[in-house]
């Protein structure tokens, strides 16, 4: 099936093989996992489980959705805007350059169009409608990451793709010319042409693959970070707690946006996904910033609740003086300028708070980078 992908060879398989990460044949998690950050008794759940268990993990109705274009036609005052169009895409508009990452507009998370899990509702953007990008990210390559009918789609445009080392073998199978892809390792730049903006891959931990688990670990997984001479953001893609954290403030930081994965956590697969707690904490090792949760709100891949990464965010953020960034589908916010957080998806079911207050926190609130 071609939405598998491709494997690397010749140059690009060498230079994966010259790579930090690469651990016999295949790419290896190599920073220790935090001791008693995976629970020993936690079992992972069974097949049933993910096919009828849990509550409420699916909306009862389609999410609030905005449309961003009018928006995007105006430059951000602040010169930093972000668009969540749903899960990890982002359209990041961040000193005068667009870019994406992780985009997903296929119908599922899967290899196939027809099974698998399915997203809530559609994007609220037509891809085709997106304004020019001056680049594509991609932090890895499972489905809910790279998707393959919107790689298809990309193809055809003449973005480039910055992308974490490997996963060039599985765009270039798509269809995307091998000049317009930057495969990068872990604290390897590169800097969009014509502009004074830098792309960054950092670590992250995880794992990834899209066939049979024999061939997982082919190509690495990555954080990203987007600098620019006034603003820097974090994206973490997927990733378990990690200490590597505090070498990414060291040295890529401090942040003025921190976008962290909180959906899809499980006890059992810890050390591979944060969940709201162990998001807060990995935003403290960072070093602060604005707070903007992704991977969540769009697609059933864990037996919780589908807002309770958000619930629990809104109840602890706030104790830590953390800002949550939290817009609805399609809205296009300037990180700067939000002062409070309603919690729009109490709109959704009825089990949620009929009281919708806002969240609010100090405007002039600083995080400590030690």
Same mark, same amino acid.
């Given at each position: 099936?071609?939405?598998?992908?491709?494997?690397?060879? /010749?140059?690009? !398989?060498?230079?994966?093989?010259?790579?930090?990460?690469?651990?016999?044949?295949?790419?290896?998690?190599?920073?220790?996992?935090?001791?008693?950050?995976?629970?020993?008794?936690?079992?992972?759940?069974?097949?049933?489980?993910?096919?009828?268990?849990?509550?409420?993990?699916?909306?009862?109705?389609?999410?609030?959705?905005?449309?961003?274009?009018? $928006?995007?036609?105006? =430059?951000?005052?602040?010169?930093?805007?972000?668009?969540?169009?749903?899960?990890? $895409?982002?359209?990041?508009?961040?000193?005068?350059?667009?870019?994406?990452?992780?985009?997903?507009?296929?119908?599922?998370?899967?290899?196939?169009?027809?099974?698998?899990?399915?997203?809530?509702?559609?994007?609220?953007?037509?891809?085709?409608?997106?304004?020019? !990008?001056? #680049?594509?990210?991609?932090?890895?390559?499972?489905?809910?990451?790279?998707?393959?009918?919107?790689?298809? *789609?990309?193809?055809?445009?003449?973005?480039?793709?910055?992308?974490?080392?490997?996963?060039? #073998?599985?765009? &270039?199978?798509?269809?995307?010319?091998?000049?317009?892809?930057?495969?990068?390792?872990?604290?390897?730049?590169?800097?969009?042409?014509? =502009?004074?903006?830098?792309? =960054?891959? *950092?670590?992250?931990?995880?794992?990834?693959?899209?066939?049979?688990?024999?061939?997982?670990?082919?190509?690495?997984?990555?954080?990203?970070?987007?600098?620019?001479?006034?603003?820097?953001?974090?994206?973490?893609?997927? $990733?378990?707690?990690?200490?590597?954290?505090?070498?990414?403030?060291?040295?890529?930081?401090?942040?003025? !946006?921190?976008?962290?994965?909180?959906? *899809?956590?499980?006890?059992?697969?810890?050390?591979?996904?944060?969940?709201?707690?162990?998001?807060?904490?990995?935003?403290?090792?960072?070093?602060?910033?604005?707070?903007?949760?992704?991977?969540?709100?769009?697609?059933?891949?864990?037996?919780?609740?589908?807002?309770?990464?958000?619930?629990?965010?809104?109840?602890?953020?706030?104790?830590? /003086?953390?800002?949550?960034?939290?817009?609805?589908?399609?809205?296009?916010? &300037?990180?700067?300028?939000?002062?409070?957080? =309603?919690?729009?998806?109490?709109?959704?079911?009825?089990?949620?708070? &009929?009281?919708?207050?806002?969240?609010?926190?100090?405007?002039?609130?600083?995080?400590?980078?030690?």
């Amino acid at each position: 099936m071609k939405s598998f992908g491709s494997k690397a060879h /010749g140059l690009r !398989l060498e230079r994966m093989q010259d790579s930090p990460q690469w651990q016999g044949d295949r790419f290896r998690n190599i920073h220790p996992i935090p001791a008693g950050l995976v629970n020993p008794d936690a079992k992972m759940p069974s097949l049933s489980e993910f096919l009828c268990g849990g509550v409420r993990r699916v909306p009862t109705q389609p999410l609030p959705a905005l449309n961003p274009l009018d $928006t995007w036609q105006r =430059t951000p005052a602040s010169g930093l805007r972000v668009t969540w169009l749903g899960h990890s $895409t982002v359209l990041v508009e961040l000193d005068g350059v667009r870019v994406l990452t992780d985009p997903v507009w296929g119908q599922r998370a899967s290899p196939s169009q027809l099974a698998g899990p399915r997203r809530f509702q559609p994007v609220p953007v037509e891809l085709k409608a997106l304004p020019p !990008l001056d #680049a594509v990210l991609i932090s890895h390559d499972h489905y809910d990451h790279l998707c393959f009918p919107t790689i298809r *789609a990309l193809a055809k445009t003449d973005v480039p793709f910055v992308v974490s080392l490997g996963v060039g #073998a599985h765009l &270039e199978g798509w269809g995307v010319p091998g000049e317009r892809i930057i495969e990068l390792d872990w604290w390897q730049s590169h800097r969009l042409p014509g =502009t004074e903006v830098e792309i =960054t891959a *950092a670590p992250a931990q995880h794992f990834s693959g899209r066939g049979l688990p024999q061939a997982w670990n082919s190509t690495l997984w990555s954080s990203l970070v987007i600098r620019g001479p006034r603003h820097r953001v974090f994206f973490s893609g997927d $990733t378990g707690l990690t200490d590597q954290y505090a070498e990414i403030r060291q040295r890529l930081g401090p942040f003025d !946006l921190v976008m962290v994965e909180v959906g *899809a956590f499980n006890p059992a697969w810890a050390d591979k996904h944060l969940g709201p707690e162990n998001a807060l904490k990995a935003h403290r090792l960072l070093g602060g910033g604005a707070f903007m949760p992704v991977h969540w709100g769009t697609f059933n891949l864990a037996l919780h609740a589908w807002d309770q990464p958000a619930e629990t965010l809104l109840e602890l953020a706030p104790r830590e /003086g953390v800002q949550l960034v939290m817009p609805e589908l399609g809205q296009a916010v &300037e990180p700067v300028q939000v002062e409070s957080v =309603t919690p729009w998806w109490r709109r959704v079911d009825s089990a949620g708070s &009929e009281v919708a207050l806002p969240v609010t926190w100090p405007k002039t609130l600083a995080w400590p980078l030690d």
